[in-house]
């Protein structure tokens, strides 16, 4: 199937200056999203997922910069962006982004009605009724009820719930092409993760929206995600359609990462957890980044850093192991169990 | 709200009236013989007697007690014993009072007008150099004891200006000096809390949000930023109140200004004891209202809270 690039990332490397020392956020990394597609970037904290994305919002904090690589949208290139006005012709209107504590995404002092409004204000020129009567029509579409009555009411009178929809009806507001949701239900209660998860597919569905979801629960990803991307250490590791990363995983890191779902823990045995930290990114990194904390790995991987490797024309990964000269490494045995367990929660979730 | 008023307005009496019984109860403590002037040893025992029947002194402290209140209540605080024997305290209070408040509320007036624009550029600039100017000023007024730059003020802005030394009512130019050395403190005070309030605010995710819902800088600063940092600001104004009419004593005494400056230690080392009780109930009662004030106009501009929920919910 043939799709159309929304947005590219090209060969990107952001850089932080931190105490007089520069620290290598984002190497070298390049990335397609394609229009109307859902896809989640995960990875353990400090990844450097949420960076990655706020660069395409250009809300990179200010010790931050894009030191190479371009991330071309709609015929521009906003890594080259500095200014706010350019900046304005993408915020909001062309790319929006759901932030992952509702509590304290909204300002207190300020109606519902009047945070929708800003957006609309800002983006379409909306004012007065015409601005009000869109404000409650996105809040209906985000499935808050009464929303005459809501619209009136200021954050504290709302529960999370209801604030991550009015956060999401936000972002809505101007008919946005690409939704980034920055781990949209990590603060929300277990029962409430669900709801907003189907309420971003829903809207995704009604207005084509292409969906960037950060999280680093992989429950949250297999119910979601068409296309998943692993981050390491600053560099997507691998990346494929959902299916081909859960079933048949090729970097080593991605195979630690599904190890540790709780959910194929034995009985009676400890969970898995990854051995060792991640790499210092104020160092240099050698090789693969991930070498030091893998068992298996192979002594070429402390040495040259990897190519990707095509597994299929939509799934690659950079390892060693996928090299014709590499020796047959098998994925953790465990990790093929994946399949039934996701079976049994589809079926779960029919019923 | 009005329900939410006049409680909190017979709580303020109950306030002040626990607050001026003290105050008189204290004072009926006092050694007699601070009532009876320089030559109290070699007065006689009838002299002596007499001296405090005329202040009412021989009665038992709740008969006093009930004299001081009925008087109050027709509106009468009474004739200052000392301070200026036998004339009334209104009288000596209201022009003196009418001074200190006047030059106060300008000073009050300049500080805000000063403070929340250095507060708020100093947070905006936060780390460069106008906020490091900022704070640099902040500590130098509130580190330096205020006499030293009050003096300097006096010095080396009279000379060669025009501007007169002391204070004359008749000539606003000289009231120039006391303002500004009124307001220094206070400026460097309202700077400091905007700064750390609007700081505060900056690093919100709701001002994370509104910059990623496409707002501009320059809105978000004023909208959400400035706006919600002066919520707190809101309440700490009208509490300053009471310093405007309290007045100060060292910037009343450099400038010779009749104002209230000092007044009520004055009285109570001189055991004036009318108008120790007249002061501090004035006082107390300006004090609580500042209090209240501040307290209905951050419900005015806090929508969290509800003053009339709080009502019911006790």
């Given at each position: 199937m043939e799709q159309e690039v929304i947005l590219s990332v090209k060969d990107l490397n952001v850089k932080f200056s931190l105490r007089g020392r520069v620290l290598h956020a984002i190497r070298d990394i390049s990335l397609e999203?394609?229009?109307?597609?859902?896809?989640?970037?995960?990875?353990?904290?400090?990844?450097?997922?949420?960076?990655?994305?706020?660069?395409?919002?250009?809300?990179?904090?200010?010790?931050?910069?894009?030191?190479?690589?371009?991330?071309?949208?709609?015929?521009?290139?906003?890594?080259?962006?500095?200014?706010?006005?350019?900046?304005?012709?993408?915020?909001?209107?062309?790319?929006?982004?759901?932030?992952?504590?509702?509590?304290?995404?909204?300002?207190?002092?300020k109606t519902i009605g009047w945070q929708i409004e800003e957006a609309l204000r800002q983006h379409q020129g909306l004012a007065g009724s015409a601005a009000k009567k869109r404000a409650v029509e996105i809040l209906t579409d985000v499935g808050i009820p009464e929303p005459e009555r809501r619209y009136k009411q200021y954050p504290h009178e709302f529960s999370g719930g209801m604030r991550q929809r009015v956060v999401i009806a936000i972002a809505m507001a101007c008919n946005p092409k690409i939704l980034i949701c920055d781990e949209p239900t990590t603060a929300l209660d277990v029962t409430i993760q669900a709801q907003i998860l189907d309420l971003i597919h829903d809207l995704q569905k009604k207005y084509r929206l292409t969906t960037i979801y950060i999280t680093h629960d992989l429950g949250v990803v297999a119910n979601v995600a068409d296309r998943i991307a692993v981050m390491y250490a600053g560099d997507i590791v691998e990346v494929g359609t959902c299916n081909e990363v859960f079933y048949s995983p090729q970097h080593p890191y991605t195979w630690a990462l599904l190890s540790s779902l709780p959910q194929l823990g034995v009985k009676g045995e400890e969970l898995y957890s990854i051995?060792?930290?991640?790499?210092?990114?104020?160092?240099?990194?050698?090789?693969?980044?991930?070498?030091?904390?893998?068992?298996?790995?192979?002594?070429?991987?402390?040495?040259?850093?990897?190519?990707?490797?095509?597994?299929?024309?939509?799934?690659?990964?950079?390892?060693?192991?996928?090299?014709?000269?590499?020796?047959?490494?098998?994925?953790?045995e465990h990790i093929k169990n994946i399949r039934n367990l996701r079976d049994e929660k589809k079926e779960d979730a029919q019923r | 709200?009005?329900?939410?008023?006049?409680?909190?307005?017979?709580?303020?009496?109950?306030?002040?009236?626990?607050?001026?019984?003290?105050?008189?109860?204290?004072?009926?403590?006092?050694?007699?013989?601070?009532?009876?002037?320089?030559?109290?040893?070699?007065?006689?025992?009838?002299?002596?007697?007499?001296?405090l029947a005329a202040k009412g002194l021989d009665k038992p402290v709740p008969a006093q007690l009930f004299d001081f209140y009925k008087a109050l209540f027709n509106g009468d605080l009474g004739k200052s014993w000392i301070y200026r024997?036998?004339?009334?305290?209104?009288?000596?209070?209201?022009?003196?009072?009418?001074?200190?408040?006047?030059?106060?509320?300008?000073?009050?007036?300049?500080?805000?007008?000063?403070?929340?624009?250095?507060?708020?550029?100093?947070?905006?600039?936060?780390?460069?150099?106008?906020?490091?100017?900022?704070?640099?000023?902040?500590?130098?007024?509130?580190?330096?004891?205020?006499?030293?730059?009050?003096?300097?003020?006096?010095?080396?802005?009279?000379?060669?200006?025009?501007?007169?030394?002391?204070?004359?009512?008749?000539?606003?130019i000289s009231w120039i000096l006391p303002i500004i050395s009124l307001a220094l403190p206070s400026i460097a005070s309202y700077g400091m809390w905007m700064r750390r309030y609007m700081v505060d605010a900056i690093n919100q995710d709701y001002v994370k949000l509104a910059r990623a819902k496409g707002i501009p800088e320059r809105s978000i600063m004023m909208r959400h930023v400035f706006r919600n940092a002066f919520v707190p600001m809101v309440q700490l104004v009208p509490s300053s109140l009471l310093y405007t009419i309290m007045g100060s004593l060292y910037v009343e005494s450099i400038y010779s200004i009749p104002g209230m400056g000092g007044l009520l230690i004055d009285v109570i080392q001189r055991q004036d004891n009318t108008m120790v009780q007249a002061l501090v109930l004035i006082f107390s009662g300006v004090g609580i209202l500042g209090l209240f004030l501040g307290d209905v106009m951050m419900a005015l501009v806090d929508p969290r809270i509800n003053l009339q929920r709080k009502e019911e919910s006790r």
């Amino acid at each position: 199937m043939e799709q159309e690039v929304i947005l590219s990332v090209k060969d990107l490397n952001v850089k932080f200056s931190l105490r007089g020392r520069v620290l290598h956020a984002i190497r070298d990394i390049s990335l397609e999203l394609f229009k109307g597609e859902s896809l989640a970037i995960v990875g353990e904290s400090g990844s450097g997922k949420t960076v990655l994305t706020k660069n395409f919002i250009g809300l990179l904090d200010k010790n931050g910069w894009v030191d190479s690589g371009e991330i071309l949208y709609g015929g521009m290139n906003l890594a080259g962006f500095t200014t706010e006005k350019e900046w304005a012709q993408i915020r909001g209107k062309e790319i929006a982004m759901v932030m992952q504590d509702p509590m304290t995404s909204l300002n207190p002092l300020k109606t519902i009605g009047w945070q929708i409004e800003e957006a609309l204000r800002q983006h379409q020129g909306l004012a007065g009724s015409a601005a009000k009567k869109r404000a409650v029509e996105i809040l209906t579409d985000v499935g808050i009820p009464e929303p005459e009555r809501r619209y009136k009411q200021y954050p504290h009178e709302f529960s999370g719930g209801m604030r991550q929809r009015v956060v999401i009806a936000i972002a809505m507001a101007c008919n946005p092409k690409i939704l980034i949701c920055d781990e949209p239900t990590t603060a929300l209660d277990v029962t409430i993760q669900a709801q907003i998860l189907d309420l971003i597919h829903d809207l995704q569905k009604k207005y084509r929206l292409t969906t960037i979801y950060i999280t680093h629960d992989l429950g949250v990803v297999a119910n979601v995600a068409d296309r998943i991307a692993v981050m390491y250490a600053g560099d997507i590791v691998e990346v494929g359609t959902c299916n081909e990363v859960f079933y048949s995983p090729q970097h080593p890191y991605t195979w630690a990462l599904l190890s540790s779902l709780p959910q194929l823990g034995v009985k009676g045995e400890e969970l898995y957890s990854i051995k060792g930290t991640p790499p210092n990114l104020f160092n240099r990194i050698r090789g693969d980044a991930f070498a030091p904390r893998n068992p298996q790995a192979l002594r070429v991987d402390f040495l040259h850093r990897p190519p990707y490797f095509e597994v299929s024309p939509t799934h690659k990964a950079r390892t060693w192991l996928l090299d014709p000269r590499a020796p047959k490494v098998e994925p953790p045995e465990h990790i093929k169990n994946i399949r039934n367990l996701r079976d049994e929660k589809k079926e779960d979730a029919q019923r | 709200m009005l329900k939410y008023i006049l409680q909190r307005f017979l709580r303020a009496l109950l306030s002040l009236f626990i607050i001026v019984t003290t105050i008189f109860c204290l004072l009926r403590l006092m050694p007699i013989e601070g009532y009876l002037g320089p030559n109290w040893e070699k007065m006689s025992k009838e002299v002596i007697a007499a001296k405090l029947a005329a202040k009412g002194l021989d009665k038992p402290v709740p008969a006093q007690l009930f004299d001081f209140y009925k008087a109050l209540f027709n509106g009468d605080l009474g004739k200052s014993w000392i301070y200026r024997e036998n004339y009334p305290i209104t009288k000596i209070i209201m022009p003196k009072m009418a001074v200190s408040a006047r030059l106060g509320a300008m000073a009050m007036a300049l500080s805000l007008l000063l403070g929340i624009p250095l507060g708020a550029s100093m947070a905006r600039s936060k780390g460069k150099w106008p906020d490091r100017m900022g704070t640099a000023f902040v500590v130098l007024i509130q580190a330096a004891p205020s006499a030293i730059y009050f003096l300097f003020i006096q010095m080396y802005a009279t000379s060669g200006t025009g501007i007169p030394m002391l204070y004359n009512a008749r000539a606003p130019i000289s009231w120039i000096l006391p303002i500004i050395s009124l307001a220094l403190p206070s400026i460097a005070s309202y700077g400091m809390w905007m700064r750390r309030y609007m700081v505060d605010a900056i690093n919100q995710d709701y001002v994370k949000l509104a910059r990623a819902k496409g707002i501009p800088e320059r809105s978000i600063m004023m909208r959400h930023v400035f706006r919600n940092a002066f919520v707190p600001m809101v309440q700490l104004v009208p509490s300053s109140l009471l310093y405007t009419i309290m007045g100060s004593l060292y910037v009343e005494s450099i400038y010779s200004i009749p104002g209230m400056g000092g007044l009520l230690i004055d009285v109570i080392q001189r055991q004036d004891n009318t108008m120790v009780q007249a002061l501090v109930l004035i006082f107390s009662g300006v004090g609580i209202l500042g209090l209240f004030l501040g307290d209905v106009m951050m419900a005015l501009v806090d929508p969290r809270i509800n003053l009339q929920r709080k009502e019911e919910s006790r």
